[in-house]
């Protein structure tokens, strides 16, 4: 194996993985400096450019590719998950929330209009987002 990419192995697997404990391998569409994040089955891939991918984490196959059209730009920070949503974040603040599923839908984009290098953090049912010069919760209206 040689090169860059996105690589599942076995995790029984020993001593040289190069080999018969690669489940699947992935060259192309991987992102650079984003975590790959699984929530509820599927895995979901942050690329440069707005690129956002789901995939079958037991196999590798795509499931479904496309762009956020509000935020092509660089993203730095790793998706988070919570509520049946994923929450990614650009470089220049622009906050994508999809609808978990391989067949993913964006469900609103909102700009922040600060940069973000942070990935943003959940806890105790919010959304916390650090900006250069804010932090913001996010929570739903209590009912």
């Known amino acids: 194996m040689s090169g860059h990419g996105l690589t599942a192995v076995r995790l029984a697997g020993r001593g040289d993985l190069t080999s018969s404990n690669v489940v699947w391998r992935v060259q192309k569409g991987y992102p650079g400096i984003p975590t790959p994040l699984v929530y ?84 105790g049912g919010s959304l916390y987002i650090r900006t250069r010069n804010a932090l913001y919760a996010f929570a739903a209206n209590a009912k």
């Open 40 to 123: 509820r089955g599927v895995m979901y891939l942050m690329k440069e450019g707005g690129i956002v991918s789901s995939l079958d984490p037991a196999n590798g196959q795509v499931l479904k590719q496309g762009r956020t059209p509000n935020a092509l730009e660089e993203y730095y920070a790793s998706p988070v998950a919570g509520d049946g949503k994923i929450f990614v974040v650009s470089a220049s603040g622009k906050v994508t929330v999809l609808k978990a599923d391989a067949q993913w839908e964006i469900v609103a984009t909102n700009d922040l209009d600060d940069e973000v290098w942070a990935t943003p953090a959940i806890a």
